[in-house]
């Protein structure tokens, strides 16, 4: 089986790097593709395997688990609504700038690591203190939705992350059929602020885990937050195998 980049790009083999839906693309690519020999991930939700127990887990893995928690609860309504009425809720999006901005802020706001973004400013009236880069990057994003008028067509990659009902579509992570087998190499860097921080265990059962990373800070919007840690992680995982 060959494949458009080694085929376009006359690559024998190359790396794939990506996270949250770029994970799930990354990690299929990995497996079905002999060119593909390696996926780095920053983003991969597998659950509690057979057998483990979350006695073992550090303080810091337990706070990610709790973080996992509480973006299920009440975090993730927008997937299920991405990936069942995608184009009711694109249609909103995409008659109203007001709408698209509330919808997309609050993603920025909510999975981002302070830590990436200090504030540096304080809001006119109310004294709220934000940072004005984070702010200049939520207007960057959004008028690239709207400018482009492709808010709605975003959202249909989620109809491959989620089935009806909400359940897990059969390419998760977690899934035997998408594990990253050797000689396939997976890597993975971990942010503490990402919305489903997962512990390097549970990791290590869902492919050839042979690189794994953990940075102080940085959240789900890792390569926008932390560029320069995710292009030191993606070196250092070549270098594994170079």
């Known amino acids: 089986m060959s494949d458009l980049i080694s085929l376009a790009l006359g690559f024998k083999n190359y790396v794939v790097q990506g996270g949250y839906i770029g994970s799930r693309v990354a990690r299929y690519m990995a497996v079905k593709y002999p060119s593909c020999v390696a996926a780095l991930l920053n983003y991969s939700p597998v659950p509690l395997p057979p057998g483990m127990s979350t006695d073992t887990l550090t303080e810091d893995e337990k706070r990610g688990l709790a973080r996992g928690d509480q973006f299920r609860t009440d975090g993730c309504a927008y997937a299920l609504m991405h990936a069942t009425r995608p184009s009711t809720i694109g249609l909103v999006l995409s008659t109203s700038p007001p709408a698209l901005l509330a919808w997309i802020a609050e993603k920025f706001l909510d999975w981002t690591d302070p830590a990436s973004f200090p504030h540096n400013s304080v809001l006119e009236g109310s004294g709220t203190p934000y940072s004005r880069k984070l702010m200049d990057q939520i207007l960057l994003s959004v008028s690239l939705y709207w400018l482009t008028g492709m808010a ?5 990659a989620y109809r ?6 909400g359940k897990p579509a059969p390419s998760s ?3 035997p059929e998408y594990h990253i087998a050797a000689p396939k190499m997976l890597g993975f860097s971990y942010f503490p602020m990402e919305v489903a921080p997962t512990p390097e265990k549970w990791i290590e059962t869902s492919g050839n885990l042979v690189f794994w990373k953990k940075h102080a800070k940085g959240g789900h919007f890792a390569a926008f937050e932390q ?3 995710i292009l030191g992680d993606l ?3 070549i270098e594994v195998f170079i």
């Open 235 to 237: 070196e250092e995982f």
């Open 227 to 229: 560029p320069i840690a």
């Open 160 to 165: 491959e992350v989620f089935t009806m009902g």
């Open 152 to 156: 709605h067509t975003s959202l249909y």
């Open 173 to 175: 992570h977690a899934s």
